[in-house]
């Protein structure tokens, strides 16, 4: 029932910043852990960020450790990825995802993700 819409996705050039939202709607939001996935052309959709229910703890890709913070505004129902100091090898449709349960050997598999949103462009150039 939960339903996911990205938005904030654009080009930017190396070394800028871009703010990604993503919001929810359907379901009791606190329920859900909420990651953010990528993915490139050619290539499997990775992990990038999750944060739990209530935002006491969030877990990062080593590629975007430093870089990248998440966030949620439960009252708002919504959640966000801060993108900085961005790489061309950041360029992706980036995708948030709801998880009932992670864990620290599953909060990065697809697997445990059960809603996801369609999706937003990002592209870096060079």
């Known amino acids: 029932q939960a339903q996911l819409v990205e938005s904030g996705g654009g080009l930017v050039q190396a070394g800028g910043s871009l703010s990604l939202s993503c919001a929810a709607s359907?379901?009791?939001?606190?329920?859900?852990?909420m990651g953010w996935f990528r993915q490139a052309p050619g290539k499997e959709r990775e992990f990038v960020a999750v944060?739990?229910?209530?935002?006491?703890?969030?877990y990062y890709a080593d590629s975007v450790k430093g870089r990248f913070t998440i966030s949620r505004d439960n009252a708002k129902n919504t959640v966000y990825l801060q993108m900085n100091s961005l790489k061309p090898e950041d360029t992706a449709v980036y995708y948030c995802?709801?998880?009932?349960?992670?864990?620290?050997?599953?909060?990065?598999?697809?697997?445990?993700?059960?809603?996801w949103g369609q999706g937003t462009q990002v592209t870096v150039s060079s």
């Open positions: 995802a709801t998880a009932p349960s992670i864990s620290g050997s599953t909060y990065y598999t697809r697997r445990v993700y059960t809603v």
């Open positions: 359907g379901r009791t939001f606190i329920t859900y852990n």
């Open positions: 944060i739990t229910r209530t935002g006491g703890s969030t």
